[in-house]
């Protein structure tokens, strides 16, 4: 009988990296459907092979391999596909879909920055390159005015934080 037809059993510390995938790799590719197969293309590994490493039984199943584990733990890769999940059908406040795209780019944001970490850059030039890439980019979408006024709560919002 070949090794394909026999179902696999793991350790616990096995199930406990399988579970470590799950979570990071979820968190660090986006939440929702498909960030398997992007994590997949940012390995270059075939994405079934990415769901039998995260599957913890069955005759699919394989132990999670130590150069996947060691680069989930660094942050994945220089190069990573970033996911985005879209507004829930129907939202259409200001203030739902704020909540909304900030928790959908919140692992993408995370992602970016671990990824150019990685790529040998420090956080603090990162953050500095991301908040002028992002207000010239609110600067030329919504105006300078605008631009203006979401600064100025985003310094308001600093200043009652450091009062307190």
Avoid: N
């Avoid at 616990?12 to 939440?31: D, H, N």
């Avoid at 979408?141 to 308001?156: F, N, V």
């Amino acid at each position: 009988m070949s090794d394909a037809h026999v179902s696999q059993t793991f350790s616990s510390v096995q199930i406990a990296e399988k579970r470590y995938l799950r979570e990071r790799g979820a968190k660090l590719f986006g939440p929702g459907h498909g960030w398997q197969s992007h994590m997949a293309r940012a390995f270059g590994v075939d994405s079934r092979k990415i769901r039998a490493y995260l599957a913890e039984d069955g005759t699919s199943a394989l132990p999670v391999p130590a150069w996947l584990l060691s680069a989930m733990r660094d942050g994945a890769t220089a190069r990573i596909d970033i996911s985005i999940v879209g507004p829930k059908p129907g939202s259409s406040g200001a203030d739902d879909r704020d909540e909304d795209a900030y928790q959908a780019m919140d692992p993408a944001m995370e992602a970016l920055i671990r990824g150019a970490e990685k790529a040998g850059w420090t956080e603090p030039a990162i953050l500095t390159a991301m908040l002028t890439i992002l207000v010239e980019m609110m600067r030329t979408g919504a105006g300078i005015p605008a631009t203006m006024e979401t600064l100025k709560q985003c310094i308001d919002l600093l200043r009652a934080e450091r009062d307190t």
